[in-house]
């Protein structure tokens, strides 16, 4: 399949219905398919239409039914032995027909490092429009068309983009920025299992090998509780204090960007606008001024709490709670305190 034209002088009217390009290795279902199917079930309710959810793999069945659970209407399987690992072109191919054969109006795929690799190549293919990075989705309601806004220049700008001419409107969005959807008991939609016409030629990179990750994972996409530290800290050692107290909370570690690039982290546990983007239950800001750039990863926390020496440090405007003083006083006390 080539590149297609991009003004194809289509009708809009041809195209209907959301959908979101869901994402499993080795039959796991990565969790930002479930916050894409929570946001394409608000966005296809305002325009009355359909919400589906696309699964490329082989052997995922059970996988891909358990999607029924989560208010889609409609689950369509990309079933091929050739699809049993991610390739850019098998993944790309298969999709990008999928979408020329129904016609969806738009699709949603996860900022993830498959996402962001396979979502380029689609639009190309289908020669569309394509977003990249978007934190907020709203349909006009002028004209229901999809405004796609995302940070621009480093977080200094929200930039709104519009798809007016061509279908479908295509967006990757940012993991941990939507809301999941929740599980019903119930199945809701329908499954279709769909066979993409794949040969092996069309696939030009083999898959060799796959290496765990050595060190072990930390997810803070997922993590209930945060607690992060920042410049404050002064140095490495200061996170064995912050350690001290994430073990006491069964919480995760984050840090700012300061603090990594200080070399006290790794930035796997960077918060922020080029780090993880979080909304636990609770964030701890220990020694972070709260820079736009690090609050833009962690605002939508339910509970914040910042330590900071400086009462005048703008993370207290955005706290629930503040405690002005000096960490490394502060975090032993609590500490202290839970372990009584
Ligand atoms: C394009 C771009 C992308 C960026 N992306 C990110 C990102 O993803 N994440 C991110 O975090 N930043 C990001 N930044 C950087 C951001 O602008 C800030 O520089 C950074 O967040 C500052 O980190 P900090 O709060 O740890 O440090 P500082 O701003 O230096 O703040 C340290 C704070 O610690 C307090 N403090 C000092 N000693 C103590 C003590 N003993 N006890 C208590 N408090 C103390 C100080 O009062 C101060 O408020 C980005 C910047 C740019 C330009």
């Not at 636990?280 to 900071?308: F, T």
Request: aromatic residues 4%; hydrophobic residues 40%; contains cysteine.
């Amino acid at each position: 399949m080539m590149r297609a034209k991009v003004n194809q002088g289509i009708n809009l009217n041809d195209y209907n219905g959301v959908w979101v390009i869901g994402e499993q290795r080795e039959g796991k279902i990565n969790p930002v398919t479930i916050e894409l199917i929570g946001e394409g079930r608000k966005l296809a309710d305002q325009l009355g239409k359909e919400l589906a959810v696309v699964i490329v793999g082989y052997e995922v069945e059970k996988e891909v039914k358990e999607l029924l659970h989560y208010s889609v209407d409609k689950a369509y399987y990309i079933n091929d032995p050739l699809l049993k690992d991610f390739t850019t072109d098998g993944y790309a191919i298969s999709i990008a027909g999928l979408i020329e054969e129904k016609k969806p109006e738009v699709v949603l795929v996860g900022a993830t490092s498959i996402g962001r690799d396979i979502a380029p190549r689609i639009a190309g293919k289908v020669g569309t429009g394509l977003t990249a990075d978007c934190t907020k989705l709203e349909i006009d309601s002028t004209d229901n068309k999809l405004l796609q806004t995302r940070p621009a220049f480093g977080g200094n700008l929200m930039a709104t983009i519009v798809c007016p001419k061509n279908r479908p409107q295509m967006s990757t969005v940012r993991p941990g920025v939507m809301a999941k959807a929740v599980r019903t008991e119930s199945e809701t939609g329908v499954l279709e299992v769909v066979t993409p016409e794949l040969n092996e030629k069309m696939i030009r990179t083999r898959l060799v090998e796959i290496l765990p990750k050595e060190k072990k994972s930390i997810n803070l996409t997922d993590a209930r509780i945060i607690v992060s530290a920042g410049r404050g800290l002064k140095r490495a050692e200061g996170f064995e204090l912050i350690k001290e107290l994430a073990d006491k909370l069964g919480a995760e570690i984050g840090a700012s960007r300061a603090a990594v690039d200080s070399g006290w982290i790794e930035h796997s546990h960077q918060v922020g606008q080029t780090g993880t983007t979080v909304r636990p239950e609770l964030y701890i800001a220990c020694g972070i001024s709260g820079a736009i750039q690090h609050l833009a990863g962690m605002s939508d926390s339910k509970y914040i709490v910042a330590i900071n020496k400086d009462s005048k440090a703008p993370i207290f405007s955005i706290c629930d709670y503040g405690i002005v003083g000096d960490l490394y006083e502060i975090l032993p006390e609590m500490i202290e305190s839970l372990n009584r």
